[in-house]
């Protein structure tokens, strides 16, 4: 594989590497050598080391992986999750930017903590479970999102669910920002009950 040297640079905004040379450089497959991120984009950060050294950088080379979820340039509504991995030459300093991408991350603002997800296995050709486990959740996982994953048994399932939750219990979640439905408060619901089953997040399955 061939690689070249790169420099990594972070903007409040996003992450990005261009080539580069010198001491602080680091190693990256050649193909992709040039990349913005916005940090809406990315999931998480984290070190690893390296059983196959690709002598680099030296005798201790690390790996400085960045998961990111994409949008593919012609057809935005469809998103790409990738794994960038760039060769760092110590664990140090893949540890040193794995820190400055995860404290970016903590001031997005709108990124969800923990989500309340309602599962319906009719939908989507009755693939829904298989979209849920194939390709949502394992973003769940790399973004370190928190989440409570419900099937839906009948009609109304989800609503009923929600409406049942205490104040307290409802407080735990977050709307996902992303897609968002209106729904309307139905009579003899306590009003933290309506206020909270007003908007519900939907995971489009195809």
């Excluded at 989500?115 to 370190?144: C, D, H, T, Y």
């Excluded at 439905?181 to 206020?195: D, E, F, T």
Aim: net charge positive; with cysteine.
């Amino acid at each position: 594989m061939e690689m070249s040297m790169v420099r990594i640079e972070s903007t409040p905004m996003r992450l990005s590497w261009r080539p580069a040379v010198g001491s602080i450089a680091y190693c990256l497959e050649l193909a992709a050598v040039h990349k913005k991120i916005p940090y809406e984009e990315v999931l998480a950060a984290w070190a690893t080391p390296i059983t196959q050294l690709c002598g680099c950088l030296g005798d201790q080379e690390w790996e400085l992986v960045v998961a990111a979820l994409h949008r593919r340039p012609s057809a935005p509504s469809t998103w790409q999750l990738r794994e960038h991995r760039l060769v760092t030459r110590s664990q140090e300093q893949a540890r040193e930017w794995v820190a400055r991408i995860e404290s970016q991350l903590q001031l997005c603002w709108d990124r969800p903590r923990n989500l309340l997800v309602f599962i319906n296995p009719f939908s989507g050709a009755r693939k829904a479970r298989a979209v849920w486990e194939q390709q949502a959740m394992p973003v769940f996982v790399k973004a370190r999102i928190r989440f409570t994953a419900i099937e839906t048994l009948h009609a109304n399932h989800a609503y009923e669910t929600i409406a049942g939750m205490s104040a307290d219990e409802l407080a735990q979640y977050q709307v996902a920002p992303w897609r968002a439905q209106p729904l309307q408060p139905r009579a003899g619901h306590s009003s933290h009950q309506a206020a909270a089953a007003a908007t519900l997040a939907t995971l489009d399955t195809g």
